[in-house]
């Protein structure tokens, strides 16, 4: 692993010897011209091609691995599928089947459900949040920031069964305190709401801590010594700050639940039509064979989604950054 | 601008505020601020318990670790771990050379890559994980297709054996730039890159000792870091690799979920248990160090009036 290298002495600097890349150093140094300007801009010109080189592999690698795949799915998405009887030609077939239908329900029931925990995920990682930046036990607050970092990151499977053996048929509680009775089934679209908010939460805890770590602890004292109540505070001052975050922050889930497949399949199956449980059954052919194109339709429709989720996110992350210096 | 109050109003400030202001704020924070705290720990932590309890507490047979021995003889248990770890381990490597370079590059030599660089790397945050597979499994379909009979058939077949599948690797490489990226850029701007690599080529030392032996133990941090989080994804990986059909850990996990409840909720018990020890490991390892780089500028942002009270 790379971190075994990192573990050497510190840096420093100390006396290194000369020997080993000496090279470039050297090429550097004796650099003609005296004025310190015209050097540093002699030392600069040197590395600017070992920069593009240095970033060459990375442009490379997405050009393909990202590239290729979504080459694919455009050209897929407007394409009839390899076997069909009258050849492959172009057509809008797949994107207007894509957005009719089961598909459509799959994908209104995917915005609904992202929505909804998008919007339940910020109004209760806010307060989270907020608890736990004001909170004076420091070793709690790094505590719960590397957690939040783990299970906004931990979705997927290992979440799918700990729901499962918590609230699933058999699971503890609903056996516990019979919950089937009263109507719960884990299997649905309130079950998956609740499980999809224990990583949203974590993850809108992360996303909004910068934020209220630049609420400064003199807007708050300004506020009360201009007679403000608590509220007042809130609702005139620290909020509006905090709105584009906060919409940041909403939009970031909602992309997250809107792309989450894997906690989704784990569950249900495929009881909750959801978009991204469409796509892996498509792709399977496991409702109808050569579905491929439509799965790749479907797929460009989550992209077209995904994309102005980003084009929303992007902005307000930069407007919330101006007052978080 | 805010920067500018404390000095301002400190003289007027510490007067009013330790007697009227904290009585008011003190008491009722302090209980919601509790209440806060206990419905996430109920929350977050109830599933966890659930899960564990679930294991050991068999419905016929009573308190029981059998589920937990289980794991090891369960068929497919070693090769899917295995496959697992193999791509972890080649995921962090690709990912870590691919942008290791790129971004001190970016910093140092090459400031206008770096809109480029932050692009390159925030793409796949567009393209869903399911809609990724989707144009995957496509592009390997041109293999059969469009390339039968030619050297690049050998190639599609190639990254697709089911021994070590390249093609997983790229995908997961893929899905872990924006989180690295972000991560590694963090840890790069805590630091003065530029007059670390300037005293170290000042020196004497060449490009590749200055980078080894220079900037990535200042780096510690961050590369450690990223490696915990790439680990997370590879380990928590589901999507692309069962829709390829592929059996790592996670794939293991749920096929084993319909035959054996018991033990797929432990294993994923396990699996949680797994990564917060790493998630320890990582928190102890990276503390000594960060504490001096990184945390000054955040305790400065978070806690000013500290910073404030210290001056006078």
């Known amino acids: ?325 | 601008m805010a920067a500018l109050t404390p000095p301002a109003t400190g003289p007027s400030t510490p007067t009013p505020s330790p007697t009227a202001a904290p009585v008011r704020r003190r008491g009722r924070p302090r209980l919601w601020r509790g209440l806060v705290g206990l419905v996430a720990v109920v929350y977050f932590l109830g599933p966890m318990a659930a899960s564990v309890l679930f294991t050991v507490d068999v419905p016929n047979e009573g308190f029981t670790l059998s589920s937990y021995s289980g794991i090891f003889g369960a068929e497919g248990f070693w090769s899917s771990l295995r496959l697992t770890l193999e791509l972890a381990a080649a995921t962090i490597a690709a990912t870590m050379l691919l942008l290791v370079p790129a971004l001190i590059a970016v910093r140092l030599t090459a400031p206008r890559l770096r809109v480029l660089v932050e692009v390159l790397c925030s793409l796949p945050l567009v393209v869903p994980a399911v809609a990724l597979t989707a144009g995957i499994s496509s592009v390997l379909r041109w293999g059969p297709d469009d390339f039968a009979g030619t050297p690049l058939f050998q190639t599609f077949n190639a990254i697709q054996n089911p021994g070590f599948p390249v093609v997983l690797l790229l995908a997961y490489v893929l899905m872990a730039l924006p989180l690295a990226y972000r991560t590694l850029d963090a840890g790069l701007r805590a630091l003065d890159l530029e007059t670390l690599v300037e005293a170290s080529r000042n020196c004497g030392a060449g490009w590749p000792r200055t980078v080894v032996h220079v900037v990535l133990p200042n780096l510690r941090g961050a590369l450690l870091n990223t490696a915990f989080l790439t680990l997370a994804l590879v380990l928590g990986e589901y999507t692309v690799a069962s829709i390829l059909g592929y059996q790592p850990f996670a794939v293991w996990i749920v096929s084993l979920g319909g035959s054996n409840a018991q033990v797929s909720v432990s294993v994923s018990v396990l699996s949680l248990v797994l990564t917060w020890v790493l998630l320890l490991l990582l928190a102890a390892a990276g503390r000594g160090r960060s504490q001096r780089t990184a945390r000054p500028n955040r305790r400065a942002a978070a806690a000013p009036t500290d910073a404030a009270l210290e001056k006078p």
């Open chain 1, 1 to 325: 692993m790379t971190t075994a290298r990192a573990a050497t002495p510190p840096p420093a600097a100390g006396p290194s010897p000369e020997g080993a890349g000496g090279g470039p150093a050297a090429a550097s140094a004796p650099a003609p011209a005296p004025a310190s300007p015209v050097r540093a801009g002699a030392v600069r010109r040197r590395p600017r091609a070992a920069g593009w080189l240095a970033v060459a592999p990375l442009i490379v690698f997405v050009a393909v691995v990202f590239g290729l795949p979504a080459f694919a799915i455009v050209t897929g998405a407007f394409k009839t599928a390899p076997g069909a009887p009258e050849g492959v030609h172009w057509t809008t077939g797949n994107v207007s089947q894509s957005v009719q239908g089961a598909y459509l329900t799959a994908l209104w029931g995917s915005v609904k459900l992202s929505a909804l925990t998008a919007a339940l995920g910020v109004l209760l990682g806010l307060p989270l949040a907020h608890a736990v930046v004001t909170s004076r036990f420091r070793a709690l607050r790094e505590a719960v920031l590397a957690a939040s970092g783990v299970l906004a990151n931990f979705g997927g499977v290992p979440l799918a069964f700990a729901f499962v053996a918590t609230l699933g048929n058999s699971g503890e509680l609903t056996r516990g305190l019979d919950l089937t009775r009263h109507g719960w089934s884990l299997y649905s679209f309130s079950g998956l709401t609740v499980v999809y908010l224990y990583f949203l939460v974590p993850l809108m805890v992360l996303t909004i801590t910068p934020a209220l770590e630049g609420l400064r602890v003199q807007w708050r004292e300004a506020a009360q010594n201009s007679g403000a109540t608590t509220r007042q505070y809130w609702t005139h001052v620290a909020l509006p700050i905090l709105a584009p975050s906060l919409a940041g922050g909403f939009v970031l889930l909602f992309g997250s639940a809107f792309a989450a497949y894997a906690t989704a399949a784990a569950i249900v199956g495929s009881s909750v039509p959801l978009i991204t449980l469409q796509i892996a059954n498509a792709l399977s052919g496991n409702v109808l064979a050569g579905q491929g194109n439509v799965a790749l339709a479907l797929s460009l429709d989550m992209i077209v989604i995904a994309g102005l989720v980003m084009a929303v996110y992007l902005p307000l992350q930069r407007r919330s950054a101006r007052w978080l210096r």
